[in-house]
């Protein structure tokens, strides 16, 4: 079974800090990546996926990822955060063990002081 | 607009009764999700449609029902079998697997007195 594992579950920064929230994942094949946040309020979005090509994803508000086969992860990265990405973030993938049903991790809370 | 309206926002109901929360999307989308998001749980399944008329458990649908009459509705009983049934349930909705996008709807805080 797949499963999904963030290892930060709280991470305060400040403003132009620059940011990388760790997702690891464990499953053998081929997988679907994604990153979605949910800001103060608002609905759960997508932030950016992988499906295939390069592992280099860019996202909406300058977030990227990084797709590393070899060491099952994909970590989400911000060179310079900003007050207004103060939000929670998910990890997901999908497998076609898995049926393609997108598995969650639990999520990192981001706090990012003025 | 498009998207995913679920209601009520908040719901209050006491222990032992069987409560509906309400899920309805005009994106077209086949496939529709429940979720159960707890504080450092992240979201668990807790069951999906793929088609009109077929639903598939998740990973935690003990205490829970679903029905899909309608591509547009899937509406999540919980029972009085849920043995902690207080959390934030999320409804989401995406083109049939493997994989797209899942769009969410708000969420439905329910809390069991």
């Known amino acids: 079974a797949q499963s999904v594992s963030q290892h930060n579950h709280h991470v305060i920064l400040s403003e132009a800090a620059s940011l990388e929230l760790g997702c690891n994942y464990s499953?053998?094949?081929?997988?679907?990546l994604f990153w979605y946040v949910q800001y103060p309020g608002q609905h759960l979005q997508l932030l950016l996926k992988?499906?295939?090509?390069?592992?280099l994803v860019k996202g909406i508000k300058g977030f990227e990822a990084e797709f590393i086969k070899s060491k099952f992860s994909f970590n989400l990265r911000k060179p310079s955060v900003q007050w207004s990405d103060t939000a929670e973030y998910f990890c997901?993938?999908?497998?076609?063990?898995?049926?393609?049903?997108?598995?969650f991790g639990r999520g990192t809370s981001l706090i990012v002081h003025p | 607009d498009g998207g995913i309206t679920q209601s009520p926002k908040y719901l209050f109901r006491k222990e032992g009764q069987n409560v509906t929360l309400s899920c309805e999307q005009n994106?077209?989308?086949?496939?529709m999700y429940w979720y159960r998001q707890d504080p450092g749980q992240g979201l668990r399944l807790i069951y999906y449609?793929?088609?009109?008329?077929?639903?598939q458990k998740g990973d935690i649908a003990e205490g829970y029902s679903v029905s899909r009459e309608k591509k547009e509705s899937f509406p999540l009983t919980v029972t009085s079998a849920q043995k902690n049934p207080t959390a934030f349930y999320l409804c989401?909705?995406?083109?049939?697997?493997?994989?797209?996008?899942?769009?969410f709807g708000p969420g439905t805080r329910l809390t069991v007195l």
């Open positions: 989401a909705s995406s083109q049939p697997p493997p994989a797209d996008t899942q769009y």
């Open positions: 499953y053998g094949g081929t997988v679907n």
């Open positions: 997901a993938v999908s497998t076609s063990g898995g049926s393609y049903i997108p598995t």
């Open positions: 992988y499906f295939s090509g390069d592992p």
């Open positions: 994106l077209n989308h086949d496939a």
């Open positions: 449609s793929q088609i009109v008329n077929d639903f």
